[in-house]
């Protein structure tokens, strides 16, 4: 909790220098595009909270959303009516989310160096089926799901609504979300508890993979174009994101709201850059060094503790 009122206090601080310092920060055009901006890497930060926080880890996010975009993209292109090369592209997401967990959790590989492999893969292929051309062109009702307007704003703010209150009610108010602090607090007592955290690990996974499908498929209906590196970078943002919200790499505690904060002041920085007239080839030195300012406290703190 006092991480939350932090960053929350940090955040509002932020708003009001930038606001004071650039006429632009506040107008409604620039509210929009941060939002907009930010919609799907919280969808991505929803599950990858629970994966977290359950004691996993996961880099192969990346990689799985350009391979589901490229194959629907591929699939749409030749003449594939577009919600059956949704449905393909969603099962292989869930196919690959599947095989993270069985490596992971049931083969006991390092989740870093698994999840990595399979990030290698899905970009491997990704860029071997299309020679590195994006499929574009696709069917403009495929298209409205990434586009359409509400307020404004992009339905994809609504998509990252829904995620992140779906999925916070699960952690905090379901014995799920019980199971998925104690698999992350204590693995072994959880076992003997009669939990089946295998299983649980496993499931885990699979969410994350069909987040990442979904937003494969969402990126490539905003922009027309399934990009084999549309997203480059999205999982390490977004880890980035959920541990200045607080989440251990441990696992066993965290909050997706914590995450989705550290995501707004991320995003408030990099758009801060470029507000301020800053180059932006420092803006990853900058979001760096924020990170390792939150790792740091987080050590400092458990060792009070």
Excluded at 15 to 36: C, E, G, M, Q
Excluded at 37 to 55: D, P
Excluded at 272 to 280: A, H
Aim: hydrophobic share 55%; glycine share 12%; proline share 2%.
């Amino acid at each position: 909790m006092k991480r939350i009122i932090g960053l929350v206090i940090i955040n509002i601080g932020l708003i009001i220098v930038l606001s004071l310092t650039t006429p632009y920060f506040l107008t409604k055009d620039n509210l929009v595009v941060l939002v907009d901006n930010m919609a799907l890497e919280a969808v991505a930060l929803s599950g990858f909270t629970l994966l977290l926080i359950s004691g996993h880890f996961d880099l192969s996010i990346d990689g799985i959303v350009a391979l589901t975009g490229i194959v629907a993209g591929m699939l749409m292109n030749r003449g594939m009516f577009w919600p059956i090369a949704m449905f393909i592209a969603m099962l292989l997401s869930a196919v690959i989310g599947t095989i993270n967990g069985l490596v992971v959790v049931k083969a006991r590989i390092n989740g870093l160096i698994a999840t990595l492999t399979t990030w290698w893969i899905c970009v491997g292929l990704s860029l071997g089926m299309t020679k590195a051309i994006a499929p574009y062109n696709f069917p403009k009702e495929f298209l409205i799901l990434g586009q359409a307007r509400i307020e404004g704003l992009r339905f994809l703010v609504v998509y990252a609504l829904i995620a992140v209150i779906i999925l916070s009610f699960v952690l905090h108010f379901t014995p799920l979300g019980v199971h998925i602090y104690a698999t992350g607090g204590n693995e072994n007592a959880t076992e003997m508890m009669g939990i089946n955290t295998v299983k649980l690990g496993i499931w885990m996974y699979v969410l994350v993979g069909l987040l990442s499908g979904f937003i494969g498929l969402m990126t490539a209906a905003r922009l027309n174009a399934a990009s084999p590196v549309a997203v480059d970078g999205m999982a390490l943002r977004v880890i980035a994101a959920i541990v200045i919200g607080g989440v251990k790499l441990s696992g066993g505690e965290g909050t997706i709201i914590g995450g989705l904060l550290g995501l707004l002041l991320m995003h408030i920085l990099g758009n801060s850059i470029i507000q301020l007239g800053i180059s932006p080839y420092f803006q990853k030195m900058i979001l760096g060094g924020i990170l390792l300012a939150a790792v740091l406290t987080e050590r400092l703190s458990f060792k009070r503790s």
